[in-house]
């Protein structure tokens, strides 16, 4: 008898690719997915497996280059975004179809937000890439879908991590992806120490030209460096979102621990870098290996 999963697979754009990575290892390792429920990304992803079609899905992804990215891009000057969408959504139309998802094999809920009751709005029946398309909606980004008198846009915008849908499913484990996780700290370069024997007096008279061509070598690493952070606005839109749903995953997690948290660090790539699938997929089974082997070991 297989162990059963409820899947839970967080937004953060680009990176939502490794959300493949790890359902196919929970895949290969025997685990039975049978609740799925995912924010923006995550949302886009667990609908096409539940559709059955994510082989379909890799295959195209995993051939897209920097301008067959861009290509989709159908650009608006409507002021609320700057994508509407509509290629991606016939894309996916080819790969999957539009199934009604209460007919799906798998417990699916994709989360997005409603700006004008501020508040979640869980798609749980009704067409599927209507839903996914809900929740992919990042504001400035693409457009947000409008009906009656609602405005919905990204899930991540309240719940980037949406566990609570899942619950319902009475699964053996609840695993959660977390596309915002914490990233790989770098090694940090400290001060120049030579003279730190010396009294400051002494420092002002040993001056010499070896120390000046350092101290002209820091001051254009410095320079090197503020050109290196210096972002244009659509990096300043992206990284704004994922200081969001940073904090607000931490705390969805807090709020409702799941079994398993597998993190995939927020620098892996920028949040728009779509052209990435491949390694995407390949660190999202890498973290998944390592976080299912340490729960596999604990629990015997």
């Not at 559709?51 to 897209?64: I, K, M, N, Q």
């Not at 996916?92 to 709005?121: C, F, M, R, W």
């Not at 067409?127 to 809900?134: D, G, Q, S, T």
Request: proline residues 4%; aromatic residues 8%.
């Amino acid at each position: 008898m297989k162990t059963t999963v409820s899947l839970v697979l967080g937004s953060g754009g680009a990176r939502g690719y490794s959300h493949i990575g790890v359902i196919e290892e929970l895949n290969r390792r025997g685990y039975e997915i049978i609740s799925i429920a995912g924010s923006s990304m995550g949302a886009l992803v667990g609908g096409i497996y539940a559709a059955g079609r994510l082989d379909e899905y890799t295959g195209w992804v995993t051939s897209l280059r920097r301008i067959d990215v861009f290509k989709l891009m159908d650009l608006t000057l409507r002021g609320e975004g700057t994508i509407r969408g509509e290629r991606l959504l016939a894309r996916l139309l080819d790969i999957a179809g539009n199934p009604l998802i209460q007919d799906l094999p798998i417990s699916y809920t994709a989360v997005a937000t409603d700006l004008t009751h501020q508040k979640e709005v869980w798609f749980q029946k009704g067409f599927m890439l209507e839903a996914i398309r809900a929740s992919i909606a990042v504001p400035g980004f693409f457009t947000p879908v409008i009906e009656e008198d609602r405005v919905l846009v990204d899930g991540g915008v309240l719940n980037p991590i949406p566990i609570i849908p899942t619950v319902a499913a009475h699964a053996d484990l609840i695993i959660a992806v977390d596309l915002n996780a914490d990233a790989q700290r770098h090694r940090i370069v400290l001060p120049e120490t030579r003279y730190l024997e010396r009294s400051g007096f002494s420092d002002e008279w040993q001056v010499d030209s070896k120390y000046e061509s350092k101290s002209q070598a820091l001051k254009n690493s410095i320079k090197e460096l503020a050109a290196h952070k210096s972002t244009g606005r659509i990096d300043v839109l992206f990284s704004s979102v994922e200081v969001m749903q940073e904090s607000l995953g931490k705390y969805k997690v807090a709020g409702y621990p799941p079994d398993l948290l597998i993190g995939i660090p927020k620098d892996a790539c920028r949040f728009y870098e779509f052209h990435r699938a491949r390694e995407m997929i390949e660190l999202g089974r890498i973290m998944a290996q390592d976080s299912l082997r340490q729960m596999e070991r604990s629990m015997r």
